[in-house]
Each structure stands twice: as C-alpha cells, then as structure tokens.
C-alpha cells in the first residue's frame, strides 16, 4: 500500500478527490496526513475522512529555508511513500525537494511547459489561446519545470472566465492526479526513472 501525505492552501477540492478515491478498497494507495501552509478549508475534508492534519504557517518562520525545515520535520514523523501538492501555493526550498525528490508530485492548471506559476488558468486566458489543460508532474528545483508524468488538453470557450475555465480544468486534474497514483501505487510508473536525482540536478 503507498502512504500518500497530501500538501494543500486551500479549498481542497482535488484532496476531496483524491481522498475519496483511496478511500476505496481496492484502490492501492491510502492518504495518511494532510498538511498546509495556512488554516486551510481543505483541511475539512480530512478531517471527514479521519485524517490527520499537520499545519506549518508560513508566516510564523523568518524565511522559506525554516518553514521548509520545519514542514520537513513534521512530514518525516508520518514517513509518506509520496507527498502530493494539491494546490499548494508555496515554492518549497530546495534543500526540502532535494530530501524528497523524486517523491513530490504536483497537479498544474495548465499544459505545462505553458504556463507554468501561480496564475496558469489566468495567463493561458490572457495569452488568448483557444486550449490550455492539466498537468501532474514531478517536483524539481524549479517552478512547474519537472518531468511531466500526464497531461490533457481542455478547451477554452468563447467567454470564458478564469473561474469558469479552472472550474472546467480541475476535473481534468483530479482524473490525471488519481491516475498517476494508482500507476506509482501499482509499480506502472518510476519516478525515479521519470525525474532526476537530487545529485544530478
Ligand atoms: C488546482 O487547480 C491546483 O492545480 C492549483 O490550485 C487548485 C487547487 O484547488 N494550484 P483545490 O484547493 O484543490 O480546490
């Protein structure tokens, strides 16, 4: 069985997903921990599902290095197969990716390597593009540079707004997220032969 730890901000509608997907008896994979990095609404979700809850608030740490140590710290008591980031909207210090790495995956908002960041669903919409999509990919040292482990292309519609367009989107995410974990759970997917080691980098 892989112990997933899942890493949200918000929300948390992919963790719904996704927690509702290892919930099942036969699904390979179980969610042990969810952790954020503020008082996240996701965090009921876990908490429907009798999971435990870690919070590391960011702003409580005098820079990215201590939250990452501490995130880190907290992370390693549950000794997760894999962590998730599910809508985490914190750029993880590298000293925390080089401990996990490969074991970081992560969903975007668009076909990576278009659009990467923070506001994928806005800049596809502001470039004008008539498709965008998902991605769930490795973590790497960079922003949403890592090896692309799936992806699917979503239309953008006449008056689409970005709230409208990542509403479209999420599904997508959720599918590709809940797919790629059930392929690592069942040893379809390397992610060691998919991503890079630390050292390499
Ligand atoms: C997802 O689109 C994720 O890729 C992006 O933020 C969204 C998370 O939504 N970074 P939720 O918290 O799962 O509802």
């Not at 005098?62 to 008591?77: D, I, K, M, N, P």
Request: glycine share 8%.
């Amino acid at each position: 069985m892989l112990t997933l730890a899942v890493l949200i901000s918000g929300a948390g509608s992919n963790l719904r997903a996704l927690l509702e997907a290892t919930h099942e008896a036969d699904f390979p994979a179980r969610v042990i921990v969810v952790g954020a990095d503020r008082q996240a609404d996701g965090f009921a979700h876990a908490e429907a599902f009798g999971i435990p809850t870690l919070l590391v608030p960011f702003h409580d740490f005098e820079s990215r290095e201590e939250w990452g140590a501490e995130l880190h710290a907290q992370l390693s008591v549950w000794q997760p197969d894999l962590l998730v980031l599910s809508g985490l909207m914190r750029l993880l210090p590298a000293p925390f990716v080089d401990a996990w790495a490969p074991r970081i995956i992560n969903t975007h908002p668009a076909y990576l390597p278009e659009f990467p960041g923070a506001h994928g669903v806005r800049d596809a919409l502001a470039a004008g593009v008539d498709q965008t999509g998902a991605s769930v990919i490795v973590v790497d040292g960079g922003v949403d540079t890592g090896p692309i482990l799936a992806q699917e292309r979503v239309a953008v519609l006449p008056g689409d707004t970005e709230h409208t367009l990542h509403d479209r989107i999420k599904p997508v995410e959720r599918r590709l997220l809940i797919d790629v974990v059930r392929r690592i759970a069942q040893g379809d997917l390397d992610l060691s032969a998919a991503a890079p080691t630390a050292s390499s980098r």
